[in-house]
């Protein structure tokens, strides 16, 4: 059993390679989803173009899809690949959205500003390493279990719910999604093999979550928890389990992605991750 606490470790050191590997688990997943979403519309309107070592995506009008990811770290891109997914996106009469890692080559956001890009916000990849395996940890009357296709419309349900009242720690998220359009995202998700969880509390449905394994790295997703269920343990419950099922399936680095100084962030420091890098979100209208 893992019994390292936070008193006698060492923070995870994320390198250059390390950061393109999680990048590329990330567009992966944004990959999964938006060609989900382009047999769901069935519009034609779509794209996912390969750019700079990362993807340009374009999945359904106001998707949390829609956005340019791990570009850099395969060279800065050219003019002429900027101009093509610019006037792509263009197309679709949607902003350019560029997350863009720190950690990337630095003439990229050079390139970026000078083309009319404009720094919006940012979000922060904590990451740990994983051991061979945990005891799940959970508070008093917390559950958490696997909550399986049967069940899928309750969890996106109950997901719903909870995002729709948001923690109010830290930063507030840049970006707020309709629920028809977080409903549909997150059907289009479920296309890239992400595994979900129901937290109960006394026995209630209180919250869930979702768990992506790629590449070794473990991409803890989608957590969130019923207002009145919030500080009572679910989401260190959530975190817990997830860490056992991805040191089970051989991960040896798991991310998680939050707002800056949100309560999110300060739970999983809490459980071991450390801060390895953040993105800035750069972004050009049409």
């Keep these: 059993m893992n019994t ?6 060492l923070p995870l050191f994320c390198d250059v390679d390390l950061a393109a590997r999680i990048e590329r688990a990330e567009l992966q997943l944004i990959e999964a989803a938006a060609r989900a979403a382009h047999r769901r519309t069935g519009d034609g ?8 070592g990362g993807l ?4 359904a009008d106001n998707s949390p899809f829609n956005k340019v990811v791990g570009l850099g770290f395969g060279g800065v891109p050219s003019a002429a690949e900027l101009d093509e997914i610019e006037r792509a996106y263009a197309g679709c009469a949607a902003p350019v959205q560029v997350e863009l890692p720190h950690l990337t080559d630095p003439e990229l956001g050079i390139v970026l500003t000078e083309r009319g ?9 904590l990451g740990a390493a994983i051991h061979d395996s945990y005891e799940p940890i959970t508070a008093d009357g917390v559950q958490i279990r696997p909550s399986d296709d049967d069940e899928f419309d309750v969890w996106l349900e109950m997901m719903a719910d909870a995002v729709a009242v948001p923690d109010t720690q830290g930063v507030a998220w840049r970006e707020e999604f309709p629920r028809d359009i977080y409903l549909a995202a997150e059907r289009d998700a479920a296309a890239a093999n992400i595994a979900r969880y129901i937290a109960l509390r006394g026995g ?5 979550a979702g768990l992506r394994t790629a590449e ?7 957590a969130a928890t019923l207002a009145e269920h919030r500080r009572h343990g679910v989401q260190s419950a959530l975190l817990s389990a997830r860490l056992a099922d991805a040191a089970a399936a051989g ?10 100084g949100s309560k999110s962030q300060q739970n999983a420091q809490r459980r071991g991750f450390d801060l390895l890098y953040t993105r800035a979100i750069l972004v050009k209208q049409p």
């Design 45 to 52: 309107r779509g794209f996912v173009i390969p750019v700079g």
């Design 117 to 125: 890009y404009r720094l919006e916000s940012f979000e922060n990849v």
């Design 4 to 9: 390292t606490t936070n008193t006698d470790r």
């Design 56 to 59: 340009a995506s374009f999945a």
């Design 216 to 222: 070794g790295i473990a991409q803890f997703a989608g």
């Design 204 to 208: 209630v449905v209180a919250g869930g």
């Design 251 to 260: 991960c040896d680095v798991g991310v998680i992605t939050t707002q800056p």
